[in-house]
């Protein structure tokens, strides 16, 4: 009779325990990051981040360049990086001409020496160097070559790419050899025409394999870098919490350097942004966009992607390959910072003294997502990421002790906020500049501990002992 109420005890007590609420259960777990700031992994590429830039928008920029020294100021925030100047502007319906007048005209984009001139002397004001893309698919191929050997005697180039998405061609899934075809004929004229600068390619869109395989099997050791673009699917309806589903970055980023690497190449990301299209009103242009793209990058280096040009900068109706307002873009129209371009300062903070990236694995944290930078400057770069609608906070252990800490934080009133939004307390001011305030967070050696309020980012930055 005893052994039976004993059970009956023991029974009551475990259906107690199962009825407890799996999320107080998560809660009684302290979430924790451990970082192993000893053991350095991918080095921290020297141009990492950089912008993609239409050529039909060329003119623009220029122009913007020229007359608003804030906007200036948005691209020396972050330097030095890369501007990839590419797109459907510069394909289909681009042509060369060393004596028509440029024109930033939606289906009129005729590149000129002129307009080339003036933008690479913008971007070495900058100390930006440029990726430039000559044209595949408007039927001219010695034209094409031609321009790619004016382009490859500028001064700060990157190197040149030949065609934009050519996945998208006319029959591209059954008549692709035709199309590599025609990149070796203008990678071949370009040569004979006096073209000595590296190429890179040949920037279709990721998961294309059809077109990639044969393509880097023929081609691969005329390239610099695989290049590809990406994007988060087709805009349709998507809400921020759509957005911030970020897995899939883990998955794309590390399958697109994997094959790079079976090919001894690097790869770099040189068109990329929310959706394609136009990006999703609300969602594209709000904060999230912001914790989306400091996710993004910081996962592209984890997987050790060496490039990440966000497309859209400055973009105006005329200069797109849509005729719309696009709503994905780190700067609007009128040359001030988006919502995304606070994702990509984040990255600069993080990445700002080079160094290597480190491991920093997360226990009972879900949706916040930790990266870290051991950099250069010996001091050490902790990112979380809060993914949740509501705050947490987080231990994190280190390898080494340290004397002292602080953080900045990227946020704003809510996600879907389409401004005030700061980072480190601060919004990009009218001239520009940025200047943040950082909190101090109290360090006992090896561990701290810090709140991340809800749907957050922060960058916890740690000081060597004397």
């Known amino acids: 009779m005893k052994c039976r109420n004993l059970f009956a005890v023991i029974s009551a007590a475990a259906a107690l325990v199962l009825a407890i609420p799996g999320n107080y259960a998560a809660a009684a777990a302290t979430p924790t990051v451990n970082v192993a700031e000893t053991t350095p992994l991918n080095l921290v590429p020297a141009l990492y981040a950089g912008f993609s830039i239409d050529p039909a928008n060329l003119c623009y920029v220029v122009s913007l360049a020229q007359t608003d020294p804030s906007f200036v100021q948005l691209f020396e925030n972050m330097g030095p990086g890369i501007f990839r ?25 005729v590149v000129t020496p002129a307009l080339v001139d003036s933008f690479f002397a913008f971007a070495q004001s900058v100390g930006y160097q440029v990726m430039w893309q000559v044209p595949l698919g408007n039927n001219n191929l010695p034209e094409d070559a031609a321009e790619a050997a004016y382009v490859s005697a500028m001064p700060g180039l990157y190197s040149i790419e030949i065609g934009n998405e050519p996945n998208y061609y006319s029959d591209a899934s059954t008549d692709y050899q035709t199309y590599i075809d025609d990149w070796n004929t203008v ?64 998955t794309v980023t590390a399958a697109d350097v994997a094959l790079a690497r079976s090919y001894s190449l690097p790869f770099i990301m040189n068109e990329t942004n929310t959706y394609s299209g136009v990006g999703v009103k609300g ?70 003294a080079g160094g290597s990236q480190v491991a920093a694995t997360t226990a009972s944290a879900p949706n916040i997502d930790a990266y870290a930078v051991a950099g250069g400057d010996g001091e050490l770069r902790v990112a979380l990421i809060n993914r949740n609608g509501t705050s947490s906070t987080v231990t994190i252990h280190t390898t080494l002790t340290y004397a002292q800490a602080s953080e900045i934080s990227l946020s704003a009133p809510s996600l879907t906020s389409l401004s005030g939004v700061t980072l480190g307390g601060a919004s990009v001011a009218a001239n520009g500049t940025w200047t943040p305030v950082s909190q101090p967070v109290t360090v006992n050696g090896s561990t701290s501990s810090i709140t991340i309020p809800a749907n957050t980012g922060v960058i916890v930055t740690y000081s060597p002992s004397a």
């Not at 797109?87 to 289909?92: A, E, I, P, S, V």
């Not at 004229?189 to 044969?214: E, H, I, K, M, N």
């Not at 691969?220 to 695989?226: E, R």
């Open 85 to 109: 100047v590419g797109g459907n502007t510069g394909d289909t319906r681009a042509s060369w001409s060393t004596t028509a007048t440029a024109s930033c005209t939606w289906k009129g984009n």
């Open 187 to 250: 990678y071949q004229d370009y040569s004979g025409d006096g073209g000595t600068a590296p190429v890179s390619g040949p920037a279709v869109s990721s998961y294309q394999s059809f077109y990639l395989t044969p393509f880097l099997t023929q081609d691969s050791a005329d390239l610099v870098a695989l290049t590809e673009h990406y994007y988060m699917g087709k805009a349709s309806g998507q809400t921020c919490a759509d957005l911030l589903e970020v897995g899939k970055l883990k």
């Open 283 to 352: 969602v594209s242009n709000a904060f999230c966009s912001a914790l989306w793209a400091a996710d993004y990058m910081l996962t592209g280096l984890g997987n050790g992607v060496q490039g990440m040009y966000f497309h859209g900068t400055a973009d105006y109706p005329l200069g797109n390959s849509g005729g719309a307002v696009q709503y994905y873009t780190p700067i609007n129209k009128n040359g001030t910072p988006a919502p995304e371009y606070y994702g990509m300062l984040f990255y600069h903070e993080m990445a700002q």
